[in-house]
């Protein structure tokens, strides 16, 4: 597939990006979140292209999780012709919190 696998994400993902993003915004500097949102294109960019670049999750057998910085996860599973964000999760939070 030249163009890569269509990306959706769930509402459940969004919400959490708002969340990172509204957190970024509120006690970082504007530099921060244009770093975070070049990475996060980016890492869109390498899982719409090889979703199977990243690793399957421990926990989570049917989803794959990629690192966009030390701070943030993205997770991910494969279904047919597109590729499903379940999760931005901040790594900040509790991880018995992740809900995917």
Not at 1 to 18: C, D, H, N
Not at 28 to 49: A, V
Request: aromatic share 12%; net charge positive.
């Amino acid at each position: 597939m030249g163009s890569g696998y269509e990306i959706r994400w769930t509402s459940f993902a969004l919400s959490e990006l708002a969340e990172t993003i509204n957190y970024l915004e509120e006690n970082w500097i504007e530099r921060e979140l244009k770093n975070f949102t070049s990475r996060l294109d980016h890492t869109i960019e390498l899982i719409s292209k090889n979703p199977f670049r990243f690793q399957k999750s421990e926990k989570f057998t049917e989803t794959r999780r990629a690192v966009i910085t030390k701070h943030n996860t993205l997770y991910y599973r494969i279904k047919a012709e597109t590729l499903e964000v379940l999760s931005c999760f901040s790594n900040r939070k509790n991880p018995t919190k992740k809900k995917i």
